[in-house]
């Protein structure tokens, strides 16, 4: 199940059963599980783990020390079949871990695309992380924590289980995350309280003119008005008829379980 064009150092372990697709590399002292699968071109460095039921995509780059798959630290999971799930272009860097997930929570931990996860950054069990994020060195993701795409998670940040961290938040450094971060907003402190808007991210991602003063309306709607959150999803309501770019905030405002950072 080794594809004849993959590398395979002479001093790693690649369990039978394991699938290699052609281009990847796998380097000195790495261990690949029997029920592991590693896309095209993606590169493991060296001292890498993957083991448990882990799919990898194509053209990621994985850095040394790096464990994927491996046993969850939720007391309940009691070795059922359960995932980890990777996608295409990520940079996973020194020392991350990627932990399966649990039947009670959909029974996959899941890394999407293009994603930059640093130095001894932490996804637990059951987390989704979306698209082009970021989370910097020692960031830790609690069980069951949902990232969407774009999203900034600062060094040394601990996000609790279950939160939300909307599209293109900016979360910052040394940062306590207990409720949800609605989309666009920067947060920061313990525990996390909203700064604003991630205006800059937003510009450099192209949004236009008429988008960036629907956002602002919007933020001003949910923290300035005074009113509450139910009110303020019927004044967001009325202005996503105009601006479909709030409807951002009202899809993340359903999803949202935990409450929203004020």
Do not use: W
């Not at 882990?54 to 994985?62: A, K, L, P, R, S």
């Not at 949902?146 to 450094?173: L, N, P």
């Amino acid at each position: 199940m080794i594809d004849q064009c993959a590398f395979i150092h002479p001093t790693a372990i690649v369990e039978d059963g394991a699938i290699i697709h052609a281009g990847a590399y796998v380097g000195p002292f790495c261990v690949i599980g029997s029920q592991v699968e590693i896309g095209a071109r993606t590169v493991l460095k060296s001292h890498v783990v993957v083991v448990g039921v882990t799919c990898i995509g194509e053209d990621n780059q994985i850095y040394p020390f790096v464990s994927l798959g491996d046993v969850n630290q939720d007391l309940k999971y009691a070795g059922e079949r359960t995932r980890v799930a990777i996608g295409d272009r990520n940079r996973i860097r020194e020392s991350v871990t990627i932990h399966r997930g649990t039947i009670q929570g959909g029974a996959v931990t899941q890394v999407c695309n293009d994603n930059l996860l640093m130095v001894n950054a932490h996804v637990a069990h059951d987390c989704t992380v979306g698209n082009h994020c970021i989370m910097a060195n020692n960031a830790t993701l609690g069980g069951h924590v949902v990232v969407d795409d774009y999203a900034i998670i600062g060094g040394m940040t601990a996000v609790h289980q279950f939160c939300v961290i909307g599209a293109h938040v900016m979360v910052g450094g040394c940062s306590g995350v207990a409720q949800d971060v609605p989309p666009f907003v920067i947060a920061q402190g313990n525990h996390a309280t909203p700064f604003g808007l991630n205006i800059e991210g937003l510009k450099r991602r192209g949004f236009d003119r008429d988008a960036l003063h629907a956002i602002r309306a919007a933020y001003k709607i949910i923290y300035r008005s005074g009113k509450t959150l139910h009110e303020a999803k019927l004044q967001l309501e009325t202005l996503a008829s105009e601006y479909k770019v709030v409807n951002t905030f009202l899809d993340f405002l359903s999803r949202s379980q935990r409450g929203i950072i004020r």
